[in-house]
């Protein structure tokens, strides 16, 4: 089944109401020029330190840079082309890397608590105005010689910061996708009870009784 919600836009709309934070949280590709304060930017990456993690082994690392210091250069040096195009505006841009291994012992869910991490820290960018755009357009072996990132550890996404900017500032054709509606696969082909595929029977949205 391939059933969408009713589309959803850039501030989001979502099939029921979730928290006012969630629903404005997006990826934007535009971005204004002024970045986090120093305040700010410990504050996202506490949020993301504060995540749960399986044995809280915390395999999470990040390499953040700031315009125009030489990390960020770095960083941006590593973006693939199609982010290069719109991610050279963020103020901020960082590598979210995981620690695969610690010792002799395999870390298995490094990489997924490494996204809650930075799922958490989107959450607390947000509070403070700041949007999160999350990229795997980037080249990791390039980064890790960049920044002599050890073996255990491997860079999983690389990341832009900043406050929303004017869809007006960017190409023409980043501009429609900035522009275009959103959508996410409906919540009952997503949340299962008694078997795979089942919806749970709490997850249809009510029907109003006028549309009955
Ligand atoms: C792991 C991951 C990798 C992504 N890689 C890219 C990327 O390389 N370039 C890009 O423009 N967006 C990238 N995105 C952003 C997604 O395209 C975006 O989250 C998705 O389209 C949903 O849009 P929304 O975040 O605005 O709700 C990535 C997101 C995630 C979580």
Redesign the pocket.
Known sequence: MTSRVRPVGGAGHPEVSIHELLTR?????AFLPQGPTKTQLRSMFSAAAWAPSAFNSQPWRFIVGSQPDATWQVIHDCL?D??RR?AGAAPVLALNVAQLRAGDRDLPTAVYDL?QAVALLTVEALSAGFYV??????DPRQARLAFDIPNEHAP??AMAIGRKGEPASLPEDLKARELRV?ERRALADTVFAARYGLPAPWIHTPVPTALR
């Open positions: 949280r997006w990826s934007p590709r693939d199609g982010n719109w996204g755009h999350q990229m795997s357009g980037f999983i996404t959103r």
